[in-house]
Nanobody, 118 residues
Framework: QVQLVESGGGLVQAGGSLRLSCTATGDFFNVNDWGWYRQTPGAERELVAGITKDDSTKYTDSVKGRFTISRENAKKTLYLQMNSLKPEDTGVYFC????????????WGQGTQVTVSS
């Protein structure tokens, strides 16, 4: 059973930066496409950044040019560098596989809270 542990969130002023980390257990980290998801109250969890096993990346429009997703297979760790943060970036951030069907997702971790003050 894969376990996901996110960390690195916090309270930051608008314009600041944070670096999120996600460590996964299990043996298949390097063969998976991974993503960072954000959940805000009353909204569905959305994919904000993704990275393939070949290191191709994608971003939702609202974070393009500000967020950078990366991975370190040897450490089974996924990162999200968040720069020029805005209040609308506030939410709980989770990592998981980037897959087309929700049934293929691993069990969610606890997430890490990011709060951006104006």
């Amino acid at each position: 059973q894969v376990q996901l542990v996110e960390s690195g969130g916090g309270l930051v002023q608008a314009g600041g930066s944070l670096r999120l980390s996600c460590t996964a257990t299990g043996d298949f980290f390097n063969v998976n496409d991974w993503g960072w998801y954000r959940q805000t109250p009353g909204a569905e969890r959305e994919l904000v950044a993704g990275i393939t096993k070949d290191d191709s990346t994608k971003y939702t429009d609202s974070v393009k040019g500000r967020f950078t997703i990366s991975r370190e297979n040897a450490k089974k760790t996924l990162y999200l560098q968040m720069n020029s943060l805005k209040p609308e970036d506030t939410g709980v951030y989770f990592c998981n596989r980037d897959v087309p069907y929700s049934g293929w997702l691993y069990p969610w971790g606890q997430g890490t809270q990011v709060t951006v003050s104006s």
